[in-house]
C-alpha cells in the first residue's frame, strides 16, 4: 500500500535541518511518497510573517528524502499570481 505526506515547506518553522531529520528517522514505509507543498501567501504567528521556504531548501529535502530511498515531489503552486492557489481564496 501506499502512503502519501503532503508535507507544508515554511520558511524556518517546518525546514530546519531537524525537521528534515526527524522525517527520515521517523522510518516510514518504503513505499511512502513525500509531496512537498510550498505555503501559499503568508501567515502571522507569535509577532512572526512565515513565508514559504525556498527552491533551494525544498531541493534539498528532496534530494535528502530520496537519498533515504524515499519517492519525493515537489508540488509547483497553481493560480497564486492571482490570489488564487490553494488556501488563498477567500
Do not use: V
Not at 534530494?63 to 503552486?77: D, H, M, T, V
Amino acid at each position: 500500500m501506499n502512503i502519501m505526506i503532503e508535507y507544508l515547506m515554511i520558511n524556518g518553522l517546518t525546514d530546519k535541518e531537524e525537521d528534515l531529520q526527524q522525517l527520515i528517522d521517523f522510518k516510514f514505509d518504503k513505499y511512502t511518497y513525500f509531496n512537498l507543498i510550498p505555503l501559499n501567501s503568508s501567515f502571522e504567528l507569535e509577532g512572526k510573517i512565515h513565508t514559504a521556504s525556498s527552491k533551494e531548501t525544498m531541493e534539498h529535502f528532496k534530494k535528502e528524502l530520496r537519498k533515504a530511498n524515499y519517492k519525493c515531489f515537489i508540488r509547483e503552486s497553481m493560480g497564486e499570481d492571482i490570489e488564487a492557489a490553494c488556501g488563498m481564496l477567500k
